[in-house]
């Protein structure tokens, strides 16, 4: 069972704004960065953002992160098909000495 | 450019033993933490714990403590994943991946293709 809950779907259609949230606690998310994967079906996750709101190179600006407190958030603007995938937060635990992920949220492209 | 090569998929019995590897190419093994994930069928990945190989200190998550045994071998940049007796419920996707581990930066950034491991009882 996860500790960093997320909500398991978002939709849009393609051009829209979508926001993810992912709640965790004062070991996690409150004293730690947070991170957010993207894993489209078949290969390993990808790090979309990394220190809350750092994107690699090669991520789109479409991508953006924010943490408040014990709470993340991944938003992606101008939807694209391409962006149907299931998406992860993550951080260390502090209390647990482990990086953990969240319960993960598929979004759906309509 | 930084390549993990992980070892092809496993059919086992349970209470059988297995290790799989995964082999780093492309940036320095040894100053590097390589971690590994379990992901089962349908669900999220879970980490399950990383080695530094440059002098093998070991990180376990609690759920994993116990359970499997992480190791590497710096002069073949190979890092390993061992089971002494498989469980059906260790059926999974295994990844391994380069994980930046610095206290105020923790994350994978690089991933190896996944070891499908399924166990049958």
């Known amino acids: 069972q996860s500790v960093l809950t997320q909500p398991p779907s978002a939709s849009g259609t393609p051009g829209q704004r979508v926001t993810i949230s992912c709640s965790g606690s004062?070991?996690?998310?409150?004293?730690?960065?947070a991170y957010w994967y993207q894993q489209l079906p078949g290969p390993a996750p990808k790090v979309l953002i990394y220190?809350?709101?750092k994107r690699p190179s090669g991520v789109p600006d479409r991508f953006s992160g924010s943490k408040s407190g014990t709470s993340a958030s991944l938003a992606i603007s101008g939807l694209q098909s391409e962006d149907e995938a299931d998406y992860y937060c993550a951080a260390w635990d502090d209390g647990l000495n482990a990086y953990v992920f969240g319960t993960g949220t598929k979004v759906t492209v309509l | 450019e930084v390549r993990l090569v992980q070892s092809g998929a496993e059919v086992k019995k349970a209470g059988e033993s297995l290790k799989i590897s995964c082999k780093g190419s492309g940036f320095s093994f040894t100053s590097s933490w390589i971690g590994w994930v379990r992901q089962k069928p349908g669900k999220g990945p879970e980490w399950v714990g990383i080695?530094?190989?440059?002098?093998?200190?070991?990180r376990y998550s609690p759920s994993f403590q116990g359970q499997v045994t992480i190791s590497a071998d710096m002069s073949i940049t190979t890092a390993y994943l061992q089971w002494s007796s498989l469980k059906a419920s260790d059926t999974a996707m295994y990844y391994c991946g380069r994980f930046q581990y610095s206290g105020y930066e923790d994350y994978f950034d690089y991933w190896g293709q996944g070891t499908l491991v399924t166990v049958s009882s």
């Open positions: 220190s809350n709101h």
């Open positions: 004062s070991s996690n998310i409150g004293s730690n960065a």
């Open positions: 080695i530094y190989p440059g002098d093998s200190d070991t």
